[in-house]
């Protein structure tokens, strides 16, 4: 099914609506702007509006879906970063912090491995790239988030990468309670 039928109009998986000439005639009347709307059928009333305005905003039907894009739209450096290395680097960063012992590392450093292979199993790891991306830019403009909720404090990675502030480790917290089939 590429549309769902609404109450007013016909929202297409694409984002694109399709309406009714007297509901995008309505929408004309309240002033709103009617570029990028696509019609149900091409009527009298569509021809004779389409005489009158530029090929770019004539209306049309809609018969396809545009292809989704399902590229991140983050920056290259962060598309093409090596999330191991970059766990591992905060990973030393909190031992320095933190003064861990050589158990507590090597303890961290599997548990990181572990939930890494369970990132790359459900296909997650362009999500954690993103993650870093936002994190980084509220750093950057030094914008305050929440400490963490929900099942997701139970990663370790996100803790390290700062998406929360609860140690998962510390707590004892089990990563299936996150991820999990």
Same mark, same amino acid.
């Given at each position: ?24 005639? +309505? ?18 009333? *569509? ?9 770019? +905003? ?94 997701? *404090? ?28």
């Amino acid at each position: 099914m590429n549309k769902i039928s609404l109450k007013n109009r016909d929202l297409w998986q694409d984002g694109d609506s399709s309406l009714s000439y007297d509901e995008l005639e +309505r929408l004309v009347m309240r002033g709103a702007d009617i570029a990028g709307l696509f019609v149900d059928e091409i009527t009298s009333k *569509v021809k004779q509006y389409n005489l009158y305005v530029s090929k770019e +905003r004539q209306l049309t039907t809609k018969k396809d879906v545009k292809p989704l894009d399902f590229s991140w739209n983050i920056p290259e450096e962060y598309i093409n970063l090596d999330i191991a290395k970059y766990v591992t680097s905060k990973l030393v960063q909190e031992a320095k912090l933190k003064s861990l012992t050589r158990e507590q590392i090597f303890e961290r450093m599997a548990r990181s491995a572990d939930e890494l292979i369970l990132y790359e199993k459900y296909n997650a790891m362009d999500i954690l790239r993103a993650l870093i991306y936002i994190i980084n830019t509220l750093d950057a403009h030094k914008i305050v988030w929440g400490i963490g909720r929900g099942s997701c *404090v139970a990663s370790y990675i996100l803790y390290l990468i700062g998406v929360h502030d609860v140690d998962s480790i510390k707590y004892e917290l089990d990563i299936v309670d996150f991820l999990h089939d």
